[in-house]
């Protein structure tokens, strides 16, 4: 069990995962990810979420350390995707007495995944329901598209905890120690990102509460300085750049687009941009790019023409920017083709679809290597985009 000390009565009984190469099948967490669940330990027991199948033994070992002896009144289910739901089945099969609390969406989609009867031991309760313990009482808060539609919280009153469900959650095992920032970004760019609006409805009413410990489903337990983790998930879910830079993304063939994309990188910075980031799309996590296209407030998208369209990586680029909400940005394009050059065309075509997005009027193509109208031409581009 990772040594995590919340407080006597709050015990962390979750488990890290690092054998996991993907997480949901797509994301590469080369450091494995956290299944996090949490014991309050009152005149009444209440275990806060389950974990993945794939930690379902180290879980249960740890939770019935931290029970010791004692049997487990309530299972509070805040979210139930497979990751944080895969084991109800099982303790409601060793725990018979335990009562499932969720609310009215939780039981319509818990068949789905456990097909038992579980009608007579379930409590629904809604927003502003409490649940009394003991000396602690939880205050449930519904967070729907957070990014499922039968998303919870849990605020705990005596002790101000906020059990946060996915929200403030990171990538990462907690035996690692990742950057909580950077994978902080990333998990939520690419989870929960698409879903800005709903996120604000939740941090409005986060605000009306006093809360001194974020414990979410992935990721270190938050204290200290709440209104930095808060603040990032206000600015994310906003949509407005974290930082002044520009990214530079490409996706290249046999080298030449690569080699515009570094001379583009080159020229930005001579015109003072203090912060241009270069990400070969063929080669790197498609997470990443995606995390840093939202991290900065400005982009060059440069793409070989491939089969009268884009280069795959670059479609992928636009298409997960298409489904993660991107908007409120300002985009320069450059392609590159032989013949029928097309990729701009169809760069145009994706970011046209998104909100708020401003394309530079001026557009280049490459054709094959760089050349010295090609260097001027992208100066003008620069010009344009730091405008």
Request: hydrophobic share 45%; with cysteine; charged share 25%.
């Amino acid at each position: 069990m990772s040594d995590i000390h919340i407080s006597d009565a709050v015990r962390y009984v979750g488990a890290d995962d690092t054998t996991i190469d993907l997480f949901e099948s797509q994301y590469p967490v080369p450091n494995g990810v956290s299944y996090n669940s949490y014991v309050i330990l009152d005149e009444k027991i209440a275990v806060m979420d389950t974990v993945d199948r794939r930690a379902t033994a180290q879980w249960l070992e740890n939770l019935e350390t931290v029970l010791d002896g004692r049997k487990p009144d309530y299972l509070v289910i805040q979210h139930l995707e497979p990751d944080h739901a895969g084991s109800i089945g099982l303790l409601a099969e060793r725990y018979p007495e335990m009562v499932l609390v969720g609310n009215a969406k939780t039981f319509t989609m818990l068949p789905k995944f456990f097909p038992g009867d579980y009608a007579a031991r379930s409590l629904t309760v809604k927003e502003g329901d409490t649940l009394s313990l003991g000396s602690h009482t939880l205050t449930f808060v519904t967070a729907p598209m957070v990014h499922w539609p039968e998303v919870m919280v849990s605020y705990e009153s005596s002790e101000k905890i906020l059990f946060s469900a996915d929200a403030f959650g990171t990538f990462g095992a907690l035996s690692v120690g990742e950057d909580w920032l950077c994978e902080a970004r990333r998990y939520y760019i690419n989870i929960v990102g698409k879903y800005g609006v709903q996120v604000q409805a939740l941090l409005k009413k986060a605000a009306g509460l006093d809360i001194q410990t974020i414990c979410p489903l992935h990721g270190p337990v938050l204290r200290g300085d709440l209104g930095f983790y808060l603040g990032k998930y206000d600015l994310w879910s906003r949509y407005e750049a974290e930082e002044d830079g520009v990214l530079v993304a490409y996706a290249s063939i046999h080298g030449n687009t690569a080699q515009a994309a570094k001379r583009m990188a080159e020229i930005l910075e001579a015109k003072g941009c203090a912060k241009v980031e270069v990400m070969d799309l063929c080669r790197v996590d498609q997470a990443l790019a995606v995390e840093a296209a939202f991290r900065y407030g400005r982009m060059v998208a440069m793409s070989a023409t491939y089969d009268g369209g884009l280069f795959p990586a670059m479609d992928h680029f636009m298409a997960h920017l298409r489904d993660k909400t991107y908007r409120s940005r300002r985009v320069a394009l450059v392609e590159n083709g032989s013949w029928a050059p097309s990729a701009a065309k169809h760069m145009r075509a994706y970011l046209e679809a998104m909100k708020e997005i401003a394309i530079c009027e001026t557009v280049h193509t490459i054709q094959g290597a760089v050349k010295d109208a090609d260097l001027a031409a992208m100066e003008r581009i620069a010009d344009e985009l730091l405008a």
